[in-house]
């Protein structure tokens, strides 16, 4: 991303301080651009096998640092959101899914609060539309194996309401679990990894801008925007981890919603 900060000039217009946030393709295939988010996507991949693979290559009954880190990582994936939510005996087909959303999504959100890379891949809406598809065709094919076509009826119908009032309730069903559902899961992740990043990226714009003006005043409150931003800068970090979790928790709720439907 680049900030463009430029100061009035005499007999001049003033430009406001900004930035870009579409970056220039590393490479291009006729039509097809390789660009730096899809570089980190595939990045991420790797580390992630390495890490765990990495982990579990010794299996000691008293684990070292990494073994410990990547049980601890997956027990919290398998416990914590795949047990608890799903429960039964259920869950257990459903871990690799889980966990695989949980780091894929943590190691990409993470991107954005290390310095040279400072961009989270999902601070692009196509690769959180694309996770939403893939959890969207799971939850209702879970739901459809488990209840049959019967499945949609139980969605859209909830159980004790009154007849009279359905032609009410229905639609409203169908929009909120069919089309509201999915748009909210992808929306919610890209909309917090893009806001987080822009206002640190305008905090540090801001700070270029005030350096480069002329008086002391000014240039004394560029340190307050530092404060700011750093302070922006660890709440991002935080909302990259928390919505990790979310994401995860939210597919696990509907996968949940969906095998379980006959008890809703």
Known sequence: MIALTLPAQEGGTFTPPGVSSHLPAIFSIGSFDFTKQMLLVLLSVVLIAWFFIAAGRKGQLVPGRLQFAGE????????????????GKDFVKYV????????????????????????????????TYLLAIVVYVIWISAGVRRN??????????????????????????????????????????????????????IAGSGIEFLLAQEGFLLKGTSLLVLIGAVAMYMLEALIMVLQA???TLLTAIYIEGAIHADSH
């Open 72 to 87: 601890m990582g997956y027990n919290f994936v398998r416990n914590s959101v795949a047990k608890d939510v799903i429960g």
């Open 245 to 247: 979790y979310v994401f």
């Open 148 to 201: 049959g076509v019967k499945f949609f009826k139980m969605a859209v119908v909830p159980s004790g309401v009154p007849w009279p009032i359905l032609p009410l309730v229905v639609p409203i069903e169908i929009i909120s679990n069919f089309v509201v559902r999915p748009m909210t899961h992808s929306l919610r992740l890209f909309a917090t990894m893009l806001s987080g990043h822009l206002i640190v990226l």
């Open 96 to 127: 690799p899914l889980l966990f695989t959303l949980f780091f894929f999504i943590l190691v990409n959100n993470i991107y954005g609060a290390i310095p040279i890379l400072q961009l989270p891949s999902f601070s692009h809406v196509g690769g």
